[in-house]
C-alpha cells in the first residue's frame, strides 16, 4: 500500500512540473499599421558600432616578419652549403 501511494505521489508532482510546459502560449494581437507620415521607434537605441579596430603591436609588424625571413634564408643558406660541401665533393672528374 505505501509502495503505490510513494507511486502515485511521484507521479503526481512530476505531472504538475511538466503541465507549465504543456501549456498554449497566447499570441499577440496583430498591432495596426502606422500612419504613412509616422516612423516606429525602436525599443532600445543601438548606437552604431565604432571603428576602433585595435593596432598591431610592431612585435607583429616587424620582429614576426623579420623573423620568417631570417628562417627563410637560414634555410637557403642550408642547402647551398650542403650542396658545395656534399654534392660537389662526391664525384670527380677523371682526366
Same mark, same amino acid.
Given at each position: 500500500m505505501r509502495r503505490i501511494f510513494v507511486a502515485s505521489l511521484i507521479v503526481a508532482t512530476?505531472?504538475?512540473m511538466v503541465l507549465p510546459? /504543456?501549456?498554449q @502560449? @497566447?499570441?499577440?494581437a496583430p498591432q495596426e499599421p502606422a500612419p504613412a507620415g509616422e516612423l516606429i521607434q525602436p525599443a532600445v537605441v543601438v548606437p552604431p558600432p565604432a571603428d576602433d579596430a585595435p593596432e598591431a603591436q610592431w612585435t607583429y609588424k616587424f620582429l614576426i616578419p623579420l623573423?620568417?625571413? $631570417?628562417?627563410?634564408?637560414a634555410v637557403f643558406v642550408t642547402v #647551398?652549403?650542403? /650542396? #658545395?660541401? #656534399? $654534392?660537389?665533393?662526391r664525384y670527380k672528374l677523371v682526366e
Open positions: 512530476s505531472s504538475l510546459a /504543456f501549456a @502560449e @497566447e499570441t499577440p623573423g620568417l625571413v $631570417v628562417a627563410a634564408l #647551398v652549403q650542403y /650542396f #658545395v660541401k #656534399v $654534392v660537389r665533393s
